[in-house]
């Protein structure tokens, strides 16, 4: 789990202009979509493996946070990180991301935003370009290559 939620701190909050993303998952994907708060960048993502604790749609706010937290050097070895979900008409949705460091004597939450919150303050423009879905693995020498040019 804490690699999934550094992956996505990583990839959103240390951009500078992202602090809050929506995740919608189902039983099949987990998806993540964010806009910054100027429009200026969009990120939509599908997560490689289904995250079967992100299953709903909730908010992430205040990834800043999040970031703080998972760098906290008390969560390094040994953590347990769980989501807590709650009931929300008959769906059991997440509510918050608890961390609770190997002794068990450390503790901190992160809450989530509910579906309706997180639907209007992010609201997902349409895209009308091409979406490309490209994967690539370069080869050492490649890499190489390119530093070189660089």
Known sequence: ?????????????????????????????????????DNSVVVKARF???????????????????????NIPEYREDANITVVTKDDNGTSVPSSINFTNAAGDFKNEYRLMNQATIEEKLKTPKFKGAQWHVEFEPSVQAIQRLKFQS
Do not use: E
């Not at 990839?11 to 099949?28: C, E, H, P, R, S």
């Open 1 to 37: 789990m804490k690699d999934y939620l550094l992956d996505i701190v990583k990839n959103t909050y240390t951009l500078g202009v992202i602090d809050t993303v929506k995740i919608a998952g189902t039983q099949k994907d987990t998806q993540l979509h964010t806009i910054s708060m």
């Open 48 to 70: 490689h493996n289904t995250l079967p604790d992100f299953i709903g749609t909730f908010g992430m706010p205040n990834l800043n946070k999040l970031n703080t937290i998972l």
